[in-house]
């Protein structure tokens, strides 16, 4: 896949300044209601990361590494990230850029010093890849959930096929289960392959469809059809899942990723009947801002901070009120949040960066414009932190960069928010851009425990 985020939120820019480095109580601002004043019931929390499909490649990130990180003993749900659909909507499978990994998924051999399990993978084994790792990662951590997500920033277009009709959606469904929960997956060019060499990888499914009935990712397709046609997709999801579990014994689960945007939440969901569906749903805390945007700004606020000035004044909280208005219930919305941060270069040196014009976006590892946390963290020593106490979040500036980041005190942070909200804990975009120590994964298991 080409990009390294799958949520770019492209819509325009804002924000608001003064520095600090401390951690203070959670101060809403001015004129917004303060969630200390009505606290809300607190779920049972939910810690749910993405691992991605490809950091196996540049950044070296195996699925062992949630484990020697302290990880995977703290999360509740892992989501592998992503599965394709044809233009017909089903799941398959291929080694083509652009396409498909199969080799990364379930053929790769990895050897001893990458495995969680600590023995190299033979050639000749059935089921390879991450998959085998995601099955050696259960077998040491039994109570963690694994959810293979489909879609993505990149790979949402054929959503609208599979959702259109009864019949579409029916094998749709039929498809997924047979490759990804009965485990059939086929054999291209390698020994790896087979019927049920899969099975019991995974205990439920996540839908990342960016956006239905809405604009989003690259060949998307707008149809206001799509939000009946959503329902009916989780619907048909449900019903096969809970016929395949009743024959295996087992109840498989399903969560969606949910934009940010109240007005496409408005235009694609069914949101009471979405979230009956859904065993829960995580909701988009980042992506607010970033170089797609004409000027600096955060990407992950809590509040609209003063001096903001783009028209939509994009905020956590004002997501979080949009669903909950909409229907959505407390205990069943699990906040997104950054392991990575947005930049911005060619700054003039004005209000510590904040809300100014850019040259573009600033160079980075993998992606101009985006860099994750381990980076951003090495570098900072070159930057002066600031912090919007009332606003809620961090960002680096040195005179002509600007970076917009979570680290483990704006996280806290958030995860204090989504506490006294009664949310239903948070979810990580995504695990490899964590130190190898764990470090933003730790503060959020501390903060919620």
């Not at 809403?28 to 993405?50: E, I, L, S, T």
């Not at 499914?205 to 009935?213: K, N, T, Y």
């Not at 009332?390 to 704006?410: C, M, P, S, V």
């Amino acid at each position: 896949m080409s990009a390294r985020r799958r949520f770019p939120f492209r819509l325009p820019v804002l924000l608001a300044s003064i520095l600090a480095l401390g951690l203070p109580a959670l101060a809403a601002p001015a004129g917004a209601a303060d969630p200390r004043a009505d606290p809300q019931p607190q779920a049972a929390a939910r810690k749910v990361g993405y691992f991605t499909q490809w950091s196996i490649y540049d950044r070296n990130y195996f699925v062992k590494n949630l484990d020697t990180s302290g990880a995977a003993g703290q999360l509740t749900h892992l989501n592998y990230a992503f599965g394709n659909l044809d233009a017909g909507g089903k799941c398959f499978q291929v080694n083509q850029a652009g396409e498909g990994d199969a080799w990364a998924d379930y053929q790769r051999r990895f050897t001893a010093e990458q495995t969680v399990n600590g023995t190299a993978d033979a050639y000749d084994q059935p089921l390879a890849g991450n998959l085998n790792q995601l099955k050696q990662l259960k077998a040491k951590h039994p109570g963690l959930k694994v959810y293979i997500s489909f879609g993505g920033w990149t790979w949402s277009k054929n959503f609208h096929a599979a959702a259109a009709t009864p019949e579409s959606r029916a094998a749709h469904v039929k498809s997924c289960i047979d490759m990804w929960i009965r485990g059939n997956l086929p054999k291209i060019g390698e020994p790896q392959g087979g019927d049920r060499v899969a099975a019991g990888v995974f205990d439920g499914v996540d839908l990342d469809w960016e956006w239905p009935a809405s604009e989003g990712g690259p060949g998307n397709v707008v149809d206001p059809a799509d939000k009946q046609n959503y329902t009916a997709l989780l619907q048909e999801w449900r019903t096969q899942l809970d016929a395949v579990g009743q024959e295996l014994g087992k109840t498989y689960d399903i969560s969606a990723f949910l934009p940010a945007d109240p007005k496409k939440i408005e235009a694609g969901y069914e949101v009471p009947k979405v979230f009956d569906l859904l065993t829960f749903g995580t909701i988009q805390g980042y992506d607010l801002h970033g170089a797609y945007d004409p000027t600096t700004n955060h990407q992950s606020a809590i509040f609209s901070p003063d001096g903001d000035p783009s028209p939509e004044k994009w905020s956590i909280d004002q997501t979080i009120k949009a669903w909950r208005a909409a229907g959505a219930p407390n205990d069943k919305m699990v906040l997104g949040v950054p392991f990575y941060g947005r930049g911005w270069t060619g700054v003039p040196n004005q209000n510590d960066g904040l809300f100014q014009s850019s040259t573009g976006p600033a160079p980075a590892t993998y992606e101009a414009g985006i860099e994750d946390y381990e980076v951003l963290k090495a570098k900072a020593g070159s930057f002066t932190l600031h912090r919007h106490e009332k606003a809620g979040f961090a960002w680096l500036y040195d005179g002509t960069t600007f970076w917009t980041f979570d680290d483990a005190a704006e996280i806290t942070r958030k995860v204090e928010y989504l506490k006294q909200q009664g949310l239903g804990g948070a979810m990580v975009w995504s695990m490899d851009g964590d130190t190898p120590e764990g470090e933003l994964m730790t503060a959020i298991h501390n903060a919620l425990s």
